[in-house]
């Protein structure tokens, strides 16, 4: 049974940076395809950014594209995703999410998820 842990959600102004981390346990992490997605207050929950299996290339959403930034280290089963510059409209509850297969970009793909971490972006 796969276990994913978020942390490092915060309040913080329009501009700043964080870096939030997720921590797996069970299985063998450096077979996992993982991702984050996020969910706003009335949204559904979308997209953000994904490795490809084998973890040699990353995807992101339009929307983070150069803000963004997904990482990875097996030895601490631990990935992370860097956020700067961060905008009023990337508030959102943050998951990350196991990839058993399928596409990266959809939700439906994903077979365990975190908690979240939640990030509030004031202007």
């Known amino acids: 049974q796969v276990q994913l842990v978020e942390s490092g959600g915060g309040v913080v102004q329009a501009g700043d940076s964080l870096r939030l981390s997720c921590v797996a346990s069970g299985g063998t992490f450096s077979t996992y395809a993982m991702g984050w997605f996020r969910q706003a207050p009335g949204k559904e929950r979308e997209f953000v950014a994904a490795?490809?299996?084998?973890?040699?290339?990353?995807y992101y959403a339009d929307s983070v594209k150069g803000r963004f930034t997904i990482s990875r280290d097996n030895a601490k089963n631990t990935i992370y995703l860097q956020v700067n510059s961060l905008k009023p409209e990337d508030t959102a509850v943050y998951y990350c999410a196991v990839r058993p297969g399928g596409s990266y970009y959809s939700a439906r793909s994903y077979g365990y998820w975190g908690q979240g971490t939640r990030v509030t972006v004031s202007s």
């Open positions: 490795f490809s299996w084998g973890g040699f290339t990353a």
